[in-house]
């Protein structure tokens, strides 16, 4: 249990919470994460999606739809449970993500029959969901999106085509939110919505399986839409404001990857750590080394920065600062926090030497694995520093 001096921007409520989360994973996520590693097992990942959503902890960013018994939930919490999750395994933490910037969207934005209809199976756990930004031409640069949202007036439908890549959940979502172009005459990055789209869709398909380093068990995809019809009230808010949704969806969503990158980052150092205090070399414990010594300290500081990013961010979003004003408090949380979780995992592994990269000592080749994907989901480290310096150099515009 972490004490109050390493996590103090949390109270006691926040505190309580994470005890419960913990047991909670501990018990429902523990048990299948070999299988998720092992047996690549997406299975396992929806049998604890399905358990989080039964027990509420996917309400918690929507209050209105909270029943459990926290006074503020919010943002620190959903953090909080991201972390937890990452430290046990990462590639079911994904899950939690991505299920929320589907949630968020549909709750914010949707009309209500449409809220009505995949909103309360998302965040109850029954059904998964996935989010369609990311195209081959179209990566960090969104304004170079091909996926184009046509209205039809005579059958009153959006016509969606495009190829998305990289999707998390292609082809298990059971709902999928795609950005695309609108307006094609707009500036570039402009003119863009977000549609919804339920799988089974007639037109949706998913030509592509990727196989990675790590993150086992999850499934991540390409999505093809080719004259995929859908109905009028589909579109999230108004036609246009794709731009905003996807940055607001942003916001939140890297302070719950901070969560992800602090859960790694404490995996890979209570490894580190334990190595530490027990291999001996040249008549001396290693962690006595001092040049292990310093690692132990460095990946120790690193991870105490993290955290308070982390929750800086995750309290100003449940404080409401939003928009703008988050943008550079949230980026400083993704970049710290993921760049801290690669930076654990791999001193882990030289920490354990030959073991930390054999299957047969423990999680830390597993953890070294899953940790690079962490500072390019979502946003990568480059895209970050061009946020936050953005904010401190406003006269200036970078060539980018
Ligand atoms: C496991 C996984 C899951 C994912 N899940 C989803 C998902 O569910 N939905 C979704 O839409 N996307 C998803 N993505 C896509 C992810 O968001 C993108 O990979 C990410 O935004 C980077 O885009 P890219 O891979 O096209 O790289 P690029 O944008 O092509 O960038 C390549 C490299 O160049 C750097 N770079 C780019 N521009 C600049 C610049 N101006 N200056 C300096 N450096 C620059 C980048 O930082 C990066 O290091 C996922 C990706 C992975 C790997």
Not at 38 to 61: C, F, H, I, P, Q
Not at 282 to 311: H, N
Request: one cysteine or more; a neutral charge; aromatic letters at 8%.
């Amino acid at each position: 249990m972490m004490n109050h001096l390493q996590d103090f921007i949390l109270d006691d409520e926040d505190r309580r919470f994470r005890a419960e989360a913990r047991a909670f994973l501990v018990r429902e996520l523990e048990p299948r994460a070999s299988s998720i590693e092992n047996e690549d097992s997406w299975d396992s990942v929806k049998a604890v999606v399905r358990a989080l959503g039964e027990a509420g902890y996917l309400t918690l960013m929507f209050r209105d739809l909270y029943r459990g018994w926290l006074t503020k939930p919010g943002l620190t919490h959903a953090t909080i449970l991201s972390e937890e999750a990452a430290a046990i395994n990462y590639a079911f933490e994904t899950t939690i993500g991505t299920a929320l910037s589907c949630a968020y969207p549909l709750h914010r934005y949707a009309t209500q029959p449409v809220r009505e209809r995949y909103l309360g199976d998302i965040v109850g756990g029954r059904s998964v969901g996935a989010i369609g930004v990311t195209e081959p031409a179209a990566g960090s640069d969104i304004s170079r999106l091909q996926t184009r949202i046509t209205f039809d007036e005579a059958s009153q439908e959006w016509v969606v085509n495009g190829l998305k890549r990289y999707i998390s959940n292609a082809g298990v979502a059971d709902v999928y939110i795609v950005y695309g172009v609108t307006d094609p005459a707009a500036p570039p990055g402009k003119g863009l919505s977000a549609v919804v789209v339920p799988s089974g869709t007639p037109g949706l398909t998913f030509p592509r399986r990727y196989t990675f380093m790590g993150r086992r068990g999850c499934v991540v995809g390409e999505v093809e839409m080719k004259d995929v019809r859908i109905p009028r009230d589909h579109v999230l808010g108004e036609p246009g404001q794709g731009t905003r949704i996807m940055v607001s969806m942003f916001n939140f969503e890297r302070a719950i990857l901070g969560g992800s990158g602090l859960g790694v980052a404490r995996a890979a150092f209570k490894i580190a750590q334990e190595h530490a205090q027990t291999r001996e070399a040249f008549g001396q414990k290693l962690g006595a080394k001092q040049l292990v010594w310093s690692t132990i300290a460095e990946m120790s500081w690193r991870i105490d920065a993290a955290e308070l990013l982390t929750y800086r961010a995750a309290k100003l979003y449940d404080a409401g600062i939003v928009g703008k004003e988050l943008a550079k408090p949230a980026a400083m949380a993704k970049l710290v926090a993921t760049e801290t979780a690669v930076f654990c995992a791999d001193k882990a592994v030289q920490i354990l030497g030959g073991d930390g990269i054999t299957k047969e000592y423990g999680r830390a080749e597993q953890l070294y694995r899953d940790a690079r994907a962490l500072p390019i989901v979502g946003g990568t480290s480059d895209m970050a520093r061009y946020l936050i310096a953005s904010t401190d150099l406003p006269t200036l515009k970078p060539t980018l």
